[in-house]
């Protein structure tokens, strides 16, 4: 029974293959049309990335976008998780905060933006402050969707069994809430990523977002091609070497069931 997975790796791996290569000869096919400044070849990029990773700042420049995005994720789960819980176990709470959440939803990142620009000026707290504001919610209301989902008539046994409320939240809610969490922490995650280079060119003096605008600026259109294939990359990677290994350990039980 575990050989049919094993055959559908290669696969897979080859489907992935031929889809970059189809791709990557579209690409070429359209910069042979087109100026370099308007679109640069793939070579061109392979050789802008190159000269990227041999400066001394394109580590530094990674890690600060990615210490920004994290620290933005993480606040986002430390403060959405408990508030989507509390609102999904109790319909009072959730009918008194709930036009707040509505008025934090429509106001767009790059709004948030302008306001982290005022209040914390060039800085991490700027683009910490708006990958936060847009990840929040996203955690917070699936977090609160899953907690609306647990199952009454469960709390009451739980209680009839004299069970203390960290035992029920344990037992009952965590279990339930923990597929709804990861569901809209992956959502966010994307979605910091992307915020956080708007926050970047307007309200930092290193990261991905600022030499994307510096490049832009210049109009050095292989040196934006090249660092937005290494957001894509570092994304992958991130995808596929923790969120997926992490997903999978988490709910390993619903491959025994």
């Not at 994290?70 to 176990?89: D, E, K, N, R």
């Amino acid at each position: 029974m575990s050989t049919a997975p094993s055959r559908s790796l290669p696969f897979l791996a080859a489907q992935r293959l031929l889809l970059a290569v189809l791709l990557v000869a579209v690409w070429w096919l359209a910069a042979l049309r087109m100026p370099a400044f308007v679109l640069p070849g793939p070579l061109k990029v392979a050789e802008a990335l190159v000269a990227l990773v041999a400066t001394p700042t394109f580590f530094s420049d990674l890690g600060a976008t990615l210490y920004r995005v994290l620290g933005g994720f993480l606040l986002a789960i430390a403060v959405g998780a408990p508030l989507g819980t509390a609102l999904g176990s109790s319909p009072r709470v959730a009918s008194f905060f709930e036009p707040v959440l509505s008025i934090i939803n429509t106001v767009s990142s790059a709004i948030w933006a302008v306001f982290a620009i005022i209040w914390f000026g060039i800085s991490n707290a700027t683009t910490i402050f708006v990958v936060f504001m847009t990840a929040m919610p996203l955690i917070l209301t699936n977090v609160w969707q899953g907690a609306r989902t647990v199952d009454a008539q469960h709390v009451e046994l739980a209680r009839s069994f004299h069970m203390s409320r960290l035992q029920i939240m344990r037992k009952i809610f965590v279990p339930t809430i923990l597929p709804h969490l990861f569901a809209g922490a992956r959502l966010a995650f994307g979605f910091g990523w992307r915020v956080s280079l708007v926050a970047e060119t307007i309200g930092s003096s290193d990261g991905i977002g600022y030499r994307l605008r510096q490049a832009a600026d210049l109009v050095q259109t292989d040196q934006v091609f090249a660092w937005t294939l290494t957001l894509v990359a570092l994304m992958l990677l991130l995808e596929a070497g923790v969120l997926k290994p992490l997903e999978r350990r988490l709910f390993r039980w619903k491959r025994t069931v």
